[in-house]
C-alpha cells in the first residue's frame, strides 16, 4: 500500500511517554519506554490521534479521489465504518455500492493513519484479521523522507501467510519476506512488531521473531549475517531508513479487484458484512 505525504504541517510526537491507562499496559519494553499508544477504550475512535483518510490534500482534508480510494482498489473508506466497542476498533467491511469523488466502487472499508509521527523504536499492533478471497488487512508506517515499512500485509485468501516489505520509494528498491504459519491469523488476535534502531530492523509476530533486516550489507549488496558489523567494510542497504526518518502508522483493510496485489475481487463464499478487529496500538520509543 502506497501514497504520497501531502505538504502539510503535522504533529510529531517524539520521545514524550504517556502515562499508561491500566496497569497491565506496559510502560517500558525491550529497552524503549512507551510513547503513544491507544486502547480503543473509549465509544469512538480518538480525532486527536488519528485521520480516518489518506491526507493527501494539501490542507490535510479528504477532498481528493485518493484519500478515501487508495488509487486502483475495490473500496471506498468511510468514517462509519470505523467503530468503537467492547475496547476494539472494528474495521467493518461492507458490500455496498458507494461512489467517491466520481469513483464507483462495490464494497466499503475503513482506515487509520496517525497524526503523531515517530522515530526509532517498537511498534506493536494487536489484531484479527478476516478471512476471505478478497480481504487485504495492513498494518504499515510511511515516511518524511522514503521509507515505506509492511509490518503486515496479507491476502486473506491465504489465512496462515503475511507478508512483510521495506521500500524506498525514492530508489524505487525494496526487501520482502513471506511469512508461513501453522495457524490462522483470522482464528485468533496476534500482536504484529517491528523494532528500528540505528543497525537493523526486527519483526515479530507474538513476541516470535520471523525476520531481521540489516542496515549493512555486502559489496554485492547480499544481506550480512550480523548486524553490527563495521561500516567500513560494507555499505548501507538502499532500502534501510534514514535515521532522520519519521513515520505515520497505518491501519487498513483494502478489498482487491483483479489487479491488486496479495487478493483479487470477494467471490460468492467471501463472507460480508466482516471486520479486521483492532485491540491496540502501542509506540515505544
Known sequence: MKYILPSIIIFVLLVTAVRAQSDNIP????GYRLAFHDEFSDTALNMEYWHSYFPYTDDGSDQCAFCRTHGNENQIFLDRNLQVSDGLLHILLKREDTVWFGERRPYTSGLIQSKPVFKQGRYEVRAKLPEGEGFWPAIWTYGMI?????????????????????HNWIEKKMN?????????????????????????????????????????????????????????????STVFPDDNERLVVIIGTGVGNESTPFTKSPTESTRFPNATLVDYVRIYQ
Open 27 to 30: 510502560l517500558t519494553k525491550s
Open 176 to 236: 520482502h519476506k513471506r511469512i508461513n504459519l501453522p495457524y490462522k491469523l483470522s482464528d485468533d488476535f496476534h500482536v504484529y512488531a517491528m523494532e528500528w534502531d540505528s543497525t537493523d530492523l526486527r519483526f515479530f509476530i507474538d513476541d516470535v521473531l520471523v525476520w531481521r533486516m540489516c542496515k549493512y550489507v555486502k559489496r554485492n549488496g547480499k544481506p550480512v549475517r550480523n548486524c553490527d558489523r563495521l561500516p567500513r567494510r560494507y555499505k548501507i
Open 146 to 166: 522514503y521509507t515505506e515499512i509492511d509490518i503486515m500485509e496479507a491476502g486473506m485468501q491465504n489465512p496462515a501467510r503475511y507478508h512483510i516489505s521495506v
